[in-house]
């Protein structure tokens, strides 16, 4: 036997021997991000059916190789699996480098408990792809506000502009696919430009802490990402479409992606939305319709070593605004309020009149970006944008049709980072970004300039740490300094000039007078620093803490520097102020986090006091030959805001489920000792969930939406003479809408229609009651109720 | 690679280019159009033309309208009277009186005064009233106030407001001005 046994294997060598095959392939495996040499790394050779693992240095050895192309797949827990062609030519050396999946891992752990993506200590959080496919037919700040702690400032129904715990326009940054939006976010009644439809997940940061987007965001920063390229090859997208009742409209948004296993990638995106008059329970809302178009254009190269990003968008919204809205004077305003009907109620129609807005936003970026072995990430991006407002106000003559406000502002932004994840666990990113932007205000519409001709350039510089101290503990501190300047030229009439001082602190300012009108040329510049600094700590399993303290500091933007006139919409003359300078606000955050299999509880503290908060009030009244007009004027005051935001998910049953948002928010003016104006009131959002995966995956939720009046409110209410009455009476400007409660039903299902495909019907009524109500940061709360009830069909299809 | 190099050199290019795009050229400035600085009422009867004035010559600016009336009113008299609106930021002064002519169906004036009763002395085409030019009626002496408001796009057929009532005439205030009168 044993005889046999050693010719047989004596055999065998000849033949190997014959063949030469005794090639030995050896190497290590060691991590792309540090070096260290990876353990218990398998390798195969699927063509012999070889197998060996790493061992405790990383290192491999195949023998009795034949000379040749070997395909060699290599694998390891948390890797992505490689396949390599390695070519064996006598005793041949191969070193590899595999990639610690850290950044994906993050990703999905994200997805499960959707905690946080974006920072480490801030208050944050994530909203999937489901969440916001049901606010396709809506806005941004609509699918915003399941956040606790995010509200909206409203224009209507169709202009929503995010509010985060209390703070709004220049004070929130909304990034898209890494472009800080620049689309004159300052004004009251401009909404971000943006589709809703163009994110894959967007991520709402709380506070200043995230500083890589910006210092200035007092607020926080709404960053919304696309589609993640995978790689694979692989088409796919998905249509949305939806029917509502109210305002008789529809949306159509719809995505196609394709990737290649090679790192290629492409997606294409698109979305209309066009509806008519809307409706109040007890009548129409005349004159709100949208008209809504948009695409974008994703494409690239991804690999985990380097790639590049090119993207283009484009977005035209034409709103119109409540024509019961559009005011003569004080009196009007007086008439307006006390009139229990909007003063305009015609029949339906799709018609977008006058007063409206017709903006145009467009962002073009490209980026680059690449890994070096053992060291990190570094990436350079540079973007275009470009935003054209009109807003045409009810006008006579000639001029009927021209736009009372054409302003054209352009971007350019570049940026690099430079991201060092080579230390395990810890991570440090550098930062440097500069900005040139220019406003051009048209000065063919026959009014004068709200926003003044200028030029801003600003500079930013940033350094970011992330430490982990042990499993438990996580650590992260962030400084950025801002430079900004601006270089504005700007008319003044001469008699307001000579009101607000201006001839004495800036006389030199002047460069060119005309007699009822000064030419000036402000040039202000500023510095601002911002700081973070946070820890995560996880108690156990179930429990974690989270503190954070944040610096900021934010300059002045256009409209608190150099508005200047009258606005019609709102019945009032607006004025900015060349003294006003940045404000800086220190937020403490507090959160702390339950988890368990059925029970989620995130509750959300914060102290943010600012010192020098601009902010605007009405201030006085000034007659012109239309009557009196409130005036209202940019300020600085110390603030604070306190908040408490309280998210909790319950599982009651397998098919049973329990959601609860709610938030408290106190807003004072520490100078004044009174409260602040325009804070959001306080409410609790309550929603009952029911699955059934034998039927259809069928879902179906009731919502309670209770939003308490707003009883901290500061009285600006002003006394006017009415001349067609003779009487001199006072207009409440001030007093809030009452509390109201909303209820809204969702239901969707589903069905596969193949393999890759399913069609999901949803059916929802939003305001399911028809309850009539006003809400106190809805600036046309004045003139009319808000929506009424709204049936929504929404057909989903993936594909 | 070739790919992205070439992309790096376009992203460069770009900035390069806005970099040199500075221009010091001043803008233009806005002539505020559909301005009505003033209102002319010229009352005229046979003993004589009174005119009011209201004079506002920054607009929407913090300066406050110089209103003048030349001469007090006749008791028991009727006078005609006409309105002369003008935009004088413009050289020579802009003339609105046209524009409403024009679009006389959007336009209304109203008149409301304790002492002296008006009523419509003109008509758009389709027969309602205007109120560039009018009639006053006064009567006992006394002292008080004339208000003339012009509304823009107000509900004509509304109740009463054909008549000269306000209450029902909706539409925005172009023109709210007060003059004080006396009527000995």
Same mark, same amino acid.
Request: glycine share 8%.
């Given at each position: 036997m044993k005889f046999y046994l050693t010719l047989c294997v004596f055999?065998?060598?000849?033949?190997?021997?014959?063949?030469?095959?005794?090639?030995?392939?050896?190497?290590?495996i060691d991590d792309f991000h540090d070096g260290t040499k990876i353990v218990g790394a398998s390798l195969y050779i699927e063509s012999l059916k070889k197998y060996t693992v790493t061992d405790l240095e990383g290192n491999f050895e195949f023998t009795n190789l034949c000379d040749g192309i070997y395909k060699v797949r290599i694998s390891h827990i948390a890797c992505e699996t490689k396949e390599l062609d390695i070519e064996v030519s006598g005793n041949t050396v191969y070193n590899v480098t595999l990639e610690h999946h850290i950044e994906e891992l993050e990703q999905v752990k994200v997805e499960g408990s959707s905690a946080k993506t974006q920072t480490n200590s801030s208050q944050e959080t994530v909203l999937k792809s489901k969440n916001l496919e049901a606010y396709s037919s809506g806005s941004l700040g609509d699918a915003l506000k399941q956040i606790s702690g995010v509200n909206s400032l409203n224009t209507g129904n169709t202009i929503v502009k995010p509010v985060i715990n209390g703070l709004h326009s220049s004070r929130i940054i909304v990034m898209t696919n890494g472009v800080r939006l620049q689309d004159q976010e300052w004004g009251i009644e401009h909404a971000p430009n943006i589709d809703i439809n163009s994110a894959e997940s967007i991520s709402v940061i709380k506070g200043s802490g995230a500083?890589?987007?910006?210092?200035?965001?007092?607020?926080?920063?709404?960053?919304?990402?696309?589609? @993640?390229?995978?790689?694979?090859?692989?088409? =796919?997208?998905?249509?949305?479409?939806?029917?509502?009742?109210n305002g008789r409209g529809y949306s159509i948004s719809s995505k196609l992606t394709r990737t290649y296993v090679k790192g290629w990638y492409i997606s294409g995106q698109g979305t209309l939305k066009r509806y008519g008059d809307f409706e109040a329970p007890d009548y129409s809302l005349t004159n709100t319709g949208l008209n809504s178009k948009s695409f974008s254009i994703?494409?690239?190269?991804?690999? =985990?070593?380097?790639? =590049?990003?090119?993207?283009?968008?484009?977005?035209?919204?034409?709103?119109?605004?409540? @024509?019961?809205?559009?005011?003569?004077?004080?009196e009007d305003l007086e008439n307006a309020i006390n009139s229990p009907l909007p003063l305009t109620i015609n029949d339906f129609s799709y018609d977008i009149d006058a007063p409206k807005q017709d903006v145009t936003h467009q962002i073009f970026k490209t980026e680059f970006y690449k890994r070096f072995k053992r060291f990190g990430r570094l990436d350079v991006q540079y973007d275009f944008q470009n935003n054209k407002r009109l807003e045409f106000d009810i006008r006579v003559g000639d001029d009927r049709d021209k736009a009372a406000i054409d302003l054209n502002l352009k971007t350019h932004s570049i940026k690099t980072t430079?991201?060092?994840?080579?230390?395990?666990?810890?991570?440090?990113?550098?930062?440097?970004?500069?900005?040139y932007q220019n406003n051009f205000a048209n000065p063919n519409t026959g009014v004068r300039r709200l926003i003044p001709d200028y030029d801003k350039y600003d500079f930013g510089v940033y350094a970011i740490t992330d430490l982990t101290i042990n499993d438990k503990l996580r650590l992260d501190f962030g400084a950025r300094y801002d430079f900004n300047y601006y270089d504005a030229k700007k008319f003044y009439q001469t008699s307001r000039w000579e009101e607000r001082d201006y001839d004495i602190d800036f006389a030199d300012l002047v460069i060119e007078d005309l007699g009822t009108q000064l030419l000036v040329n402000p040039k202000f510049e500023y510095h601002n620093i911002s700081a973070s600094a946070g820890t995560t700590y996880e108690i156990n399993d179930h429990n974690a803490l989270l503190f954070n303290y944040s610096l900021s500091n934010r300059a002045p933007n256009p409209s608190e520097l150099f508005s200047d006139g009258l606005h019609h919409s709102a019945a009032r003359i607006e004025l900015g102020d060349l003294r006003i300078d940045q404000e800086t606000a220190n937020r403490f955050a507090f959160s702390y986090l339950f988890s368990s299999e059925k029970l989620t509880i995130n509750l959300e503290a914060f102290y943010n006091l600012v010192n020098d908060f601009i902010y605007i009030e009405p201030t006085g009244t000034e007659q012109t030959i239309r009557g009196a007009f409130p005036v209202w004027s940019y300020m600085?005051?110390?603030a604070s805001l306190l908040g408490?935001?309280?998210?909790?998910?319950?599982?009651?049953?397998?098919?049973?489920? =329990?959601?609860?948002?709610?938030?408290?928010?106190?807003? @004072?003016d520490l100078d004044l000792e009174r409260p602040l104006i325009d804070m959001p009131s306080n409410k609790t959002v309550n929603s009952l969930y029911y699955n059934n995966e034998k039927w259809l995956n069928f879902n179906a939720s009731l919502q309670s939406e209770l939003v308490l009046r707003q009883n901290d409110f500061p009285d600006n209410n002003f006394e006017t003479f009415i001349p067609t009455t003779g009487e001199t009476v006072l207009i409440d400007i001030s007093t809030p809408p009452p509390t109201y409660h909303l209820l809204h039903l969702n239901s969707d299902i589903t069905f596969a229609l193949t393999d890759k495909t399913n069609l999901n019907v949803g059916l929802s009524v939003q305001n399911l009651l028809n309850t009539s109500y006003r809400n106190y940061l809805n600036r046309l709360r004045y003139f009319a109720d808000d929506l009424g009830r709204n049936i929504v069909l929404q057909l989903k299809l993936n594909y | 690679m070739k790919k992205l190099k070439s992309i790096l050199a376009i992203t460069i290019l770009a900035i390069t280019f806005t970099a040199?795009?500075?221009?010091?050229?001043?803008?233009?400035?806005?002539?505020?159009?559909?301005?009505?600085?003033?209102?002319?009422?010229?009352?005229?009867?046979?003993?004589?033309?009174?005119?009011?004035?209201?004079?506002?010559?920054?607009?929407?600016?913090?300066?406050?309208?110089?209103?003048?009336?030349?001469?007090?009113? !006749?008791?028991? !008299?009727?006078?005609?009277?006409?309105?002369?609106?003008?935009?004088?930021?413009?050289?020579? !002064?802009?003339?609105?009186?046209?524009?409403i002519e024009e679009e006389d169906d959007e336009h209304q004036f109203f008149f409301s005064s304790a002492l002296v009763s008006s009523a419509y002395a003109d008509m758009d085409g389709d027969g309602n009233p205007v109120g560039l030019a009018f009639t006053l009626t006064t009567g006992d002496v006394g002292t008080g106030n004339l208000t003339i408001t012009l509304r823009h796009e107000p509900s004509k057929s509304a109740e009463g407001v054909s008549d000269g009532n306000i209450a029902n005439a909706g539409g925005e205030t172009d023109i709210a001005v007060t003059f004080p009168i006396v009527v000995q």
């Open positions: 055999c065998l060598s000849l033949l190997a021997m014959a063949q030469e095959c005794n090639s030995i392939l050896k190497g290590t500083l890589a987007f910006g210092g200035d965001a007092i607020g926080g920063v709404v960053v919304m990402s696309p589609q @993640r390229a995978f790689l694979k090859d692989s088409l =796919f997208g998905k249509t949305i479409t939806s029917a509502q009742s994703n494409g690239g190269f991804k690999t =985990f070593e380097k790639g =590049f990003n090119v993207f283009y968008s484009f977005l035209n919204n034409e709103i119109a605004i409540l @024509r019961s809205s559009h005011l003569g004077n004080a430079l991201k060092l994840d080579s230390n395990h666990g810890n991570t440090y990113e550098f930062g440097i970004s500069a900005n600085q005051t110390n408490l935001d309280l998210s909790v998910d319950y599982k009651i049953s397998k098919q049973w489920s =329990f959601k609860n948002r709610s938030s408290i928010l106190k807003g @004072r | 040199c795009s500075s221009d010091d050229d001043s803008p233009a400035p806005v002539n505020q159009e559909e301005v009505i600085t003033t209102l002319i009422a010229t009352l005229s009867s046979t003993s004589g033309n009174i005119t009011m004035t209201y004079r506002d010559l920054d607009g929407d600016g913090p300066d406050a309208a110089v209103v003048t009336v030349s001469s007090a009113l !006749a008791a028991n !008299a009727t006078y005609a009277g006409s309105l002369d609106l003008l935009n004088e930021t413009e050289s020579p !002064a802009e003339s609105i009186t046209a524009e």
